[in-house]
C-alpha cells in the first residue's frame, strides 16, 4: 500500500496523539488539545478518546455556553476562567450555564497537571486558539451532522438547530477556524 493507503489506516486518535506528541506546551507548563468543529461532527467522542489515552480531564463547552445565543462569549470565558488561569500557574474554575434555568450555574474547580483536552464549537476561535498546541477541526455532512446532533441531544436542540448553525457559520467564517486548525478531519472519516 501506499502512503495515501497508510495516512487513511490511521484512526483520527492516532493522528491527534501523534501532534500532539511534537506540540511543545502551549499553555504555561500545560500542554493543550482542543477539539472544534461543527455540532454533530464527534467533538465529544473524539475528545474523550484522547482524554482517555492522554490521562487528562476535559473541558466542554457545552457547558460554559451561556444559553443557545452564548458561542461567541463562550470562548473569552474559557480564555479568562481556564486558559489565562492556567498559563499564570493558577488552578482555573469552569464557568458554567445551567441550560434547564436558562442562568449561570456553579463554577467548577478543574485540577490540571501537564495536559488538557478542551471540546465544542469555539475552542479554538480567536483569542483561544494560541493556547491549544494541537487544533483539530472536524466537520461533515450538514444533514449528518444534524441526525446525529438531535439522537444525541433530542427535541430541545432540534428546536434550536438552525439559530445555532447561523452562529457555527458567522463565527468560523469570520475567524477562518479551520484553515488554522492543525488538522482537519471530518465524520464520513470516522467509524
Do not use: N
Not at 495516512?7 to 483520527?12: F, K, T, W
Amino acid at each position: 500500500a501506499g502512503p495515501a493507503a497508510t495516512l487513511r489506516a490511521v484512526s483520527p486518535l492516532r493522528q491527534v496523539l501523534d501532534h500532539a506528541a511534537t506540540a511543545p506546551p502551549s499553555c504555561g507548563r500545560v500542554q493543550v488539545i482542543a477539539v472544534d468543529g461543527r455540532s454533530g461532527s464527534g467533538k465529544t467522542s473524539l475528545a474523550r478518546e484522547v482524554a482517555a489515552a492522554w490521562e487528562a480531564p476535559v473541558v466542554s463547552m457545552d457547558s460554559i455556553y451561556p444559553g443557545w445565543s452564548g458561542l461567541v462569549a463562550a470562548t473569552g470565558l474559557l480564555v479568562e476562567h481556564v486558559l489565562l488561569p492556567l498559563t499564570r500557574g493558577e488552578d482555573p474554575i469552569v464557568p458554567t450555564w445551567d441550560w434547564l434555568a436558562d442562568r449561570p450555574g456553579p463554577r467548577v474547580p478543574l485540577e490540571v497537571d501537564d495536559r488538557l483536552v478542551v471540546e465544542g464549537c469555539g475552542s479554538t476561535v480567536g483569542a483561544a486558539a494560541p493556547f491549544a498546541g494541537t487544533r483539530v477541526w472536524l466537520d461533515g455532512p450538514a444533514e449528518l451532522r444534524r441526525t446525529r446532533a438531535i439522537a444525541r441531544d433530542g427535541a430541545l436542540f432540534e428546536a434550536h438547530w438552525e439559530m445555532w448553525a447561523a452562529q457555527e457559520e458567522a463565527v468560523f467564517g469570520a475567524d477562518g477556524t479551520r484553515d488554522r486548525a492543525h488538522l482537519s478531519l471530518s465524520i464520513s472519516a470516522r467509524p
